[in-house]
């Protein structure tokens, strides 16, 4: 009854390296929660964040075997509309200020965003998440 636990330095050591790494991962996930699309158990890719300029289109993903089923979800922080791009063709509008998503089967091969008449880039938050 009257002994104390005892810990060596190397346990110490160990146990403060893992709440250490287990702070800053848990950090992290807040601040992107925070922001709007927080890493989920199906999350593949992302959060990510991308600069659409005007007028032009960016690939997000891009994959040569296509056997799981994708959704892609996009905050829109920008003041122009953006466009979810799939396999080349147009596939969900998200308005500014606004967010959206797309799911699509297994045979899903690239994902972009367009800004396609804007004045002004936009920047978007993105993740991608198996869909099974």
């Excluded at 992107?32 to 600069?51: D, F, H, N, R, Y």
């Amino acid at each position: 009854m009257d002994k104390l636990l005892s810990f060596s330095s190397s346990h110490l050591r160990f146990a403060g390296t893992f709440f250490g790494i287990l702070s800053i991962m848990a950090f992290q996930n807040m601040a992107l929660a925070q922001s709007g699309l927080a890493i989920g158990e199906k999350t593949m890719t992302g959060p990510g964040t991308v600069k659409v300029s005007a007028g032009s289109t960016v690939v997000i993903f891009k994959r040569k075997v296509t056997d799981i089923p994708l959704c892609v979800t996009i905050q829109n922080q920008g003041l122009t509309e953006l466009v979810i791009v799939v396999d080349g063709e147009n596939s969900h509008k998200v308005g500014a200020g606004n967010t959206g998503s797309y799911c699509g089967d297994k045979d899903i091969k690239e994902i972009a965003l367009a800004a396609p008449s804007s004045r002004e880039a936009s920047v978007a938050l993105w993740r991608i998440d198996d869909a099974r």
